[in-house]
């Protein structure tokens, strides 16, 4: 019996659970011990997931109960000129996904935004955000508390960056409601997305504040952060990287690249994105940035839970003399190229195609790039969805990709 097989068959037993493997074997053998045991439990071949190429202690840091990896077909787009604060020159952006027809879509704005020039992208802020929630007595208490923040936030830095030799402490902003007091920290975070970063800093300044006010902590994160769900304070204050993306195409192009006219595809922004949107409640003005987002976050390592953020973004689309100046504005782009998924070697790969795996040189740098990177990406995929929906040409795209 391999080391494999004994420890599926202690677990089987009941002697070991799952989590505990690793305590008893290298990575490698405790994911084929789980593969094994599943296989036998669901009488599923688990050959496909079991066929990875990357060492499976390097992922220990990324996932739990390993079994395998799971992999998805990745395209690539470009080359898309860029001329941003970081990001500069040509770019081939991977996309990773299972949506027929995406890659070619986004290709074609690509195509288009390289023949009008290459599209101009600017990080406009940067901030990850921490927003724990504090239990006061009263309206008045609450008060205190927050005044007395104001007034020493470089106390609560000295704190937060105690913990880290990366992130900085740029504001924390007090909200009341009622006997609740939030607090929310944003950091600069350089190159890291810097989630688990900006929580450890958080908790060290939470001790601060407990001590010197009447304020208790109840929950690290109250989630006026706000973390991967759909919220209105990120659209307004930004987290992670806010960064806009546009490009002025002539007349002619939209004709000869798009099959459509400018007047044709501002219509259909101004009245499926800004319109509908608004009728939709919805906090995306967007026609399907989420798509280049997701597809860029898989291929490059980043929290994929985090496109719940990152399509927090508004289109605009304006018909002018010279041309269709089209933008996209992402609010809440959280990417980093140090840590998480972007030390893996597929993702890593990712970013080494856009050129910006690892830190920057000046730190944040590599992370402004890819922001930039992407939300040009992302302006690209507005432009050819909306030049299809204007020519009516959206069904028989997908009909003619077989897909």
């Known amino acids: 019996m391999t080391d494999a097989e004994e420890l599926a068959a202690r677990v089987r037993d009941g002697e070991l659970r799952l989590y505990e493997l690793e305590e008893h074997a290298d990575a490698e053998t405790a994911a084929t011990a789980r593969r094994r045991l599943l296989a036998e439990e669901t009488g599923v071949d688990l050959e496909s997931i079991g066929d990875y190429t990357f060492e499976a202690a390097d992922a220990e840091p990324n996932v739990e109960n390993m079994i395998g990896a799971a992999q998805l077909p990745m395209g690539v787009v470009g080359p898309l000129p860029v001329d941003g604060s970081a990001a500069d020159g040509e770019h081939y952006l991977p996309l990773a996904t299972t949506e027929g027809a995406l890659v070619a879509s986004v290709n074609r704005g690509v195509s288009t935004i390289r023949r009008a020039g290459g599209a101009t992208a600017r990080v406009l802020k940067s901030g990850m955000t921490r927003a724990p929630v504090f239990r006061v007595e009263d309206v008045a208490a609450a008060g205190e508390v927050s ?48 989630m688990n970063m900006a929580t450890i800093a958080t908790e060290a300044a939470c001790e601060i504040v407990e001590r ?25 204050e930004g987290r992670g990287r806010t960064v806009a993306a546009d ?3 002539p007349h002619e192009q939209v004709e000869e690249r798009l099959g459509t006219t400018t007047e044709a595809i501002a219509e259909a922004n101004t009245r499926k994105n800004l319109v509908g949107s608004a009728k939709a409640g919805a906090l995306g003005f967007n026609a399907h940035a ?21 399509a927090n973004a508004i289109t605009t689309v304006d018909a002018r003399e010279d041309g269709l100046y089209a933008s996209v504005t992402l609010a809440s782009l959280e990417v980093g190229t140090v840590g998480g998924g972007t030390s ?28 930039e990177v992407i939300a040009a990406g992302a302006l690209a995929g507005e432009l050819s969805l909306l030049a299809a929906l204007s020519s009516r040409h959206l069904s028989s795209a997908h009909e003619d990709l077989g897909r």
């Open 290 to 310: 989420a798509n280049v987002v997701a597809a860029a976050f898989l291929a490059t390592g980043q929290d994929a839970a985090q496109v719940v953020e990152g």
């Open 247 to 249: 490009v002025l195409i």
């Open 344 to 371: 893996l070697p597929t993702q890593a790969e990712g970013l080494d195609v856009l050129g910006y795996a690892g830190g920057g040189d000046p730190a944040g740098s590599n992370a402004d790039a890819l922001a």
């Open 212 to 236: 010197e006010t009447p304020a208790e902590l109840v929950a690290l994160s109250g989630n006026l952060c706000s973390d991967k769900k759909p919220a209105a304070i990120n659209a307004v």
């Open 147 to 194: 005044a007395w923040v104001r007034e020493h936030v470089e106390d609560l830095a000295e704190a937060a960056e105690a913990t880290t030799g990366h992130g900085e402490l740029q504001d924390v902003t007090p909200y009341v409601v009622g006997d609740n007091v939030f607090l929310r920290f944003s950091y600069d975070t350089k190159d890291a997305m810097g």
